[in-house]
């Protein structure tokens, strides 16, 4: 598998055992398990390797990264004392030469023949993922067929972009222990990309290209140092179209409105070069009306996140909230697109956390110690538009609005009749011109000459 993915590898030494609870290492493992030395000693012989994963220094699509390796036919890719060791080291690597971490996955959980002392590798991965995570460094994951157990509740989920491969088990149950009824599809590559636990289902052929993408836009930053010299703003965007600036709110709202106008997939096209998608919220949910991801902008690369026009749901804001951390921790710039009603208000929205959702992406944003840019682009409603808006730096198309709330509900708020709807848009102070004369942005984009 690594040489279907890299240009060059240079192996790592395994490292040193080092101590280990359970005293001195006896043939048959910590546990003394009856002929578990002599299973591994048929492992070595059938695959070349000592144990079931590699390390070392590499190279995808021209770009320096530590890759780690599973090899699936030593014992089911299964993690043991010394994989711990080896999975730890190649963290540690990581992390002292400041490269991205990619993984390549395909494991079927802990080891039985060590018993607790296998499981307990997990909370080693964990503590050394946090660690090159708090270094301001990436990880990828590649989960192969299969990726299942703890592999994949660590150095598999535990990553900041999931790949996957098409048709490929991905679970946490492994096959010989989820229910007999279990449904199939949801312990798939499929399946997990539709809960929204993976980013992208790829082919083997095209990982390598896809990879190499995702070093190139991951990898300019890098976390504290990068920060220090300085990150740049995105740039905004140019308009995709131009018009006169409205006369009056409710006209603000028509054009905001208006079928043909541009829509942010448009924008991103325009904008990057090639961007990645970041897929889901990592809690069962996906909105396709929120586009999450980053790409490359001017030969740098650039952070996005951007409605579509739709009210967006609560998997949106916890997709947009994790894209912007992970932009903040890799010193990248984030550039988000405006265009909603508002926050999607039906009963599964409440009940998928709409609040605590739109806190989240708030939070992101405050938080956030990279520079964000925000264009509106079409319909600015509410709270629900302001989650993903920069209090310094908001633009606005000529065609847009930014509106407490959409004319409809204000008038219903008011007690108004709906007939009353244009009317209380005149008063809300929306066009994109009220905008700017209240500090809300700081400019207009796509205005054309007035022919009056």
Known sequence: ????????????????????????????????????????????????????????????????????????????????????????????????????????????????????????????????????????LPQLAVLRDPTTGGGWATVGAGADVVLALAGAQVGFAGSRVRPADAEPYAYTAEGQSAAGQVDAVVDRAGLAGTLGRWLAVLGGGFGEAARASGVRPAPVPEALSRTRLPETGREAVAL?????????????????????PLHGDRAGGTDPGTLCGFGLHGGRPVAYVAQCGTPTRPAGYRTAARTIRLADRLSVPV??????????????????????????????????????????????????ALALASPGRTYVTADS???????????????????????????????????????????????APDAG
């Open 1 to 136: 598998m690594i040489a279907a993915v890299a240009d060059t590898f240079d192996e790592r030494p395994a490292p040193g055992e080092g101590h280990h609870p359970g005293g001195a290492r006896t043939p048959d493992g910590p546990l003394g398990w009856s002929g578990y030395g002599a299973a591994l000693a048929r492992a070595e012989e059938r695959t070349g390797e000592a144990e079931s994963v590699v390390h070392g220094t590499a190279s995808v699509g021209g770009h320096p990264c530590v890759l780690l390796a599973f090899e699936f036919g030593f014992l089911g890719g299964s993690l043991g004392q010394r994989t711990g060791d080896r999975l730890t080291a190649a963290y540690t690597l990581a992390r002292e030469l400041r490269l991205p971490l990619v993984s390549l996955v395909a494991t079927g959980g802990s080891r039985m023949q060590e018993g607790m002392v296998a499981l307990t590798q997990l909370q080693r991965v964990a503590r050394a993922s946090a660690e090159l995570r708090a270094a301001g």
């Open 401 to 447: 609005y930014f509106s407490v709330i959409a004319p409809e509900s204000a008038a219903a708020i008011l007690k108004r009749p709906p007939e009353k709807a244009d009317e209380t848009a005149d008063q809300l102070g929306l066009r994109p011109q009220d905008l700017v004369a209240l500090g809300i942005a700081r400019g207009i984009v796509g205005e």
């Open 335 to 384: 550039l988000t697109l405006i265009d909603t009603p508002g926050a999607a208000n039906d009963a599964a929205a409440e009940r998928s956390g709409a609040g605590p959702a739109i806190a989240e992406t708030f939070a992101a944003v405050a938080q956030a110690r990279v520079p964000v840019t925000t264009l509106v682009i079409g319909e600015g409603g509410s709270g629900g």
């Open 256 to 276: 905001a409105r208006a079928p043909e106008r541009p829509r942010a997939e448009a924008y991103l096209d325009a904008y990057f070069a090639y961007r990645l």
